[in-house]
């Protein structure tokens, strides 16, 4: 199980903390993903952190957007800077054994989303 926390409301150019609390399996081992969605568009891969550590980026919110994993804790982040009117969305962290994806329907557990809205 995946459950996320820390989405909200904030203006252009303000920070979010995302978190991604697991449960029910081992989280060394997985992959920790988080995809976004706004209604009527495709979902979109924003960022990957896998069971090594490794990182990756949508080239959308690279150096903006930072992820990382806290084992002990059970918990990843998605720390996001600079927010952009074109960051909202709903944010869904997903898990997978080990490796990152960039295919959503690769990632067999999916938290229940949070919103995140940058407005004016």
């Known amino acids: 199980q995946l459950v996320e926390s820390g989405g909200g409301s904030v203006q252009p150019g303000g920070s979010l903390r995302l978190s991604c609390t697991s449960s029910?399996?081992?989280?060394?081992?997985?992959?920790i993903g988080w995809f976004r969605q706004v209604p009527g568009k495709e979902r979109e891969g924003v960022s990957c952190?896998?069971?090594?550590?490794?990182?990756n980026y949508a080239d959308s919110v690279k150096g903006r957007f930072t992820i990382s994993r806290d084992n002990a804790k059970r918990t990843t982040y998605l720390d996001m800077n600079n927010l952009k009117p074109d960051d909202t969305a709903v944010y869904y962290c997903?898990?997978?054994?080990?490796?990152?994806?960039?295919?959503?329907?690769?990632?067999?557990?999916w938290g229940q989303g949070t919103q995140v809205t940058i407005s004016s």
């Open positions: 997903v898990a997978r054994s080990y490796t990152c994806s960039i295919r959503w329907n690769d990632f067999g557990i």
């Open positions: 029910g399996f081992s989280l060394p081992a997985y992959a």
């Open positions: 952190i896998s069971a090594d550590g490794s990182t």
